[in-house]
C-alpha cells in the first residue's frame, strides 16, 4: 500500500473507533428505559437495539448527506482534519463515558470536525446552514422531546384512568418492547447515519470515491461498529439514565421512548441531525414530571445537561488545536 492509501485507512479507523465509542455512550438511549423497567434483559435489549439501529441505517441518507456536504466545505479540508476530529471525539465520549455521562456524539462529531476545519482552513471553511440545521436539532431534542414524553403520559394517565395497576402493566410491559424498537430503529435512522457521513467523507477525501455517494458496506460495517460498541459498554449509560434520572414503570419507558422516537423521526426525515441522547433524556424527564417535579432526580439531569453544553466548546477546542498540532509538527518535520 501507498503512503497515501495507508493514511485513509487510519482515518477510517478512526472514524470507526468514534461510532465504536458511539455504541457506548450514545446507542444505549434507545434501550436503557426497556432495560430499567425489566421489560427486556440487557443481552436481548442489545440484540434488538443492534439490528433495529442497522434497519435504521438503512432506512435513508438525509442526515448522513448533511453532516457529509452540509457541516464544512469538503473541497478545503482534508484527512487530517477528519483525523483529528475522530480523536477528540473519541477522548472527550470516553471521559464522559467513565463518569456514566450520556454525551451527544452528534454535537461531539458537529463541533469537532467544525473546530477542525477551522483550523485547517479559517472559519469560512463552516457551512452555516448546516450548523442552522444543528440549532433547529438542539429545540426539537430538548422541547419537543420533553413535551411529547409529557403529553403522553398525561393522554395515557387520563385514559386508563380507572384501569388496574396489574392490567397496565401487562398491556404496557409488551408494548414497550414495540416502543424500545421503534426508538432503536430511530436512532439508527439519525444518529447512526452520522459517521456513515463522516465515513463517506473520508473516502471522497482519500480519492478512494469519486463522488460523494454513500455504498451500502459503508452502512453495515458502522451499524455493526456500533452494536458491538453497545455491547461491549453500554451499561454504565444505562444505569444513569434508566434507573438514576426517575423510577419508571413500563408505561412511562412506553412514553418516553416513543414520545423521542417520533421526535427523532421527523428530523431525520427534514435531514436535521439531532441528538438522541437529548431527546431520550428529555423524554424521560417529562414523563417523569408527570408525577411532580421532585419525582426527577434533578441532580443528576444537571449533570447529564452540564455534559450536553461541555461538549460543543470542548469537542470544537480539541479539533481545533489537534489539527494546529498535528500542523505544527509536520511543519517541522519538512523544515
Known amino acids: 500500500m501507498s503512503q497515501a492509501e495507508v493514511a485513509v485507512v487510519i482515518v477510517l479507523l478512526l472514524v470507526l473507533a468514534a461510532e465504536f465509542v458511539n455504541g457506548w455512550t450514545d446507542a444505549p438511549n434507545a434501550i436503557a428505559t426497556v432495560v430499567s423497567t425489566r421489560v427486556l434483559r440487557p443481552y436481548t435489549a442489545v440484540l434488538l437495539a443492534t439490528s433495529l439501529n ?3 441505517a438503512f432506512a ?88 411529547g414524553g409529557l403529553l403522553l403520559m398525561v393522554a395515557l394517565y387520563r385514559f386508563f384512568f380507572h384501569a388496574r ?20 430503529f430511530s436512532h439508527g435512522n439519525n444518529d447512526g447515519q452520522k459517521f456513515i457521513g463522516v465515513f463517506t467523507l473520508s473516502l471522497f477525501l482519500g480519492g ?25 459498554g453500554g451499561w454504565r449509560i444505562v444505569r444513569t439514565m434508566g434507573l438514576r434520572l426517575t423510577k419508571l414503570q413500563p408505561v412511562q419507558g412506553f412514553c418516553a421512548e416513543t414520545g423521542a422516537a417520533l421526535t427523532i423521526e421527523v428530523a431525520s ?14 423524554a424521560i424527564m417529562g414523563v417523569g414530571a408527570t408525577r411532580g417535579f421532585s419525582a426527577v432526580r434533578w441532580g443528576v439531569g444537571r449533570g447529564i445537561v452540564t455534559a450536553w453544553i461541555l461538549t460543543f466548546p470542548v469537542s470544537f477546542f480539541l479539533g481545533w488545536s489537534l489539527t494546529k498540532l498535528l500542523s505544527t509538527l509536520f511543519a517541522w518535520e519538512c523544515s
Open 54 to 56: 442497522m434497519a435504521g
Open 60 to 147: 435513508g441518507q438525509a442526515v448522513a448527506q448533511t453532516i457529509g456536504k452540509g457541516i464544512v466545505r469538503a473541497e478545503i479540508i482534508n484527512l487530517r482534519t477528519i483525523a483529528t476530529a475522530m480523536v477528540g471525539i473519541v477522548v472527550w465520549s470516553t471521559l464522559a463515558w467513565w463518569r456514566g455521562l450520556p454525551t451527544s456524539e452528534s454535537h461531539g462529531l458537529i463541533a469537532g470536525v467544525s473546530g477542525a476545519a477551522v483550523a485547517t482552513a479559517g472559519w469560512h471553511a463552516i457551512l452555516w446552514e448546516g450548523w442552522r440545521k444543528t440549532l433547529v436539532g438542539l429545540g426539537f431534542s430538548t422541547f419537543l422531546g420533553f413535551g
Open 165 to 184: 395497576p396489574e392490567l397496565i402493566r401487562r398491556i404496557f410491559g409488551r408494548m414497550q418492547i414495540l416502543s424500545a424498537a421503534f426508538m432503536a
Open 208 to 232: 478512494w470515491i469519486a463522488e460523494f455517494a454513500i455504498p451500502s458496506w459503508v452502512i453495515l460495517v458502522c451499524a455493526l461498529t456500533m452494536g458491538l460498541g453497545t455491547a461491549v
Open 269 to 282: 426525515r427534514l435531514g436535521i441531525p439531532l441528538s438522541t441522547t437529548h431527546t431520550i433524556n428529555t
